[in-house]
């Protein structure tokens, strides 16, 4: 009889530190439980991306950097041509001011009534203004040339006995040749003899623990290209653009 009283003890206990079912409720079992999903970064989505005319792909923040670069390039040349045409226009008022003041002084127009002066000097003037400016590019070109000639003289003392005006020259007269700065032209048609130099020097100075002076005007590397000038006076400028 006393165990049927603990028995029944027992089974009181259980049932009151057990909570019942909630009436409706789903009981899931152990292995039912959903499990926290794992955080994933999600791939960016082929739609998200955006075509270039050079048939590249960017995202909005690579397509926003490469927006920056494009304006930032051209403010400089906007900057560069109304510089350029600012000049010119210096040039132009200033060369028919001087047209103008050479015909109207000029001693056959001395004793010349004014009316006729005037239109005189309307006529002469853009004819000398030409002549001024037609003068003025002559003698650019002949600056350039002697910055050129000069150039290639400070070359051949650079390079002793390896550097070929006339090679060079030549070269640059080619129509297959986009390179018009003289000493890229001659490090692009002798790399490996300049490399070899480069590093010959290089050595020579960490053998005898002084720093060898670089005699290259950058650190050894192909040397790039650039675009074709259409005239020789163009060729001319941009070498002399190096110096």
């Known amino acids: 009889m006393e165990e049927n009283l603990e028995n029944d003890q027992v089974s009181t206990d259980s049932s009151a530190t057990t909570p019942a079912p909630t009436k409706g ?4 079992a152990k292995d039912q439980v959903p499990q926290k ?8 989505v082929a739609s998200n991306l955006y075509d270039l005319p050079d048939g590249r ?3 909005g923040d690579q397509l926003k950097e490469e927006y920056l670069k494009l304006n930032s390039e051209f403010t400089r040349r906007s900057q560069k041509l109304a510089d350029y045409e600012r000049q010119q226009a210096e040039t132009e008022a200033r060369n028919k001011k001087t047209a103008e003041e050479a015909v109207s002084q000029n001693r056959l127009l001395e004793n010349v009534d004014p ?22 590019k002559v003698e650019a070109q002949k600056r350039n040339q002697e910055a050129f000639d000069t150039r290639l003289a400070e070359l051949e003392k650079k390079y002793p006995g390896k550097f070929d005006r006339v090679e060079i020259l030549r070269k640059m007269q080619d129509p297959s040749n ?10 692009r048609l002798h790399w490996d003899e300049y490399l ?3 590093i010959k020097a290089a050595m020579k100075g960490k ?3 002084v720093q060898t002076e670089n005699t290259s005007t950058e650190a050894p590397r192909k040397p790039g290209e650039s675009k074709s000038p259409s005239t020789w006076a163009e060729a001319s400028k941009n070498a002399v653009s190096r110096l």
């Open 25 to 28: 409720a789903k009981v899931l």
């Open 37 to 44: 999903q794992s955080e994933t970064t999600e791939e960016p």
């Open 57 to 59: 792909k960017l995202a």
């Open 115 to 136: 009316s006729v002066r005037d239109a005189i000097v309307q006529i002469v003037s853009p004819v000398i203004q030409e002549a001024l400016s037609a003068r003025e």
């Open 178 to 187: 986009e390179i018009y700065d003289p000493e890229v032209l001659y490090q």
């Open 196 to 198: 070899d130099a480069q």
């Open 207 to 209: 053998s005898s623990g």
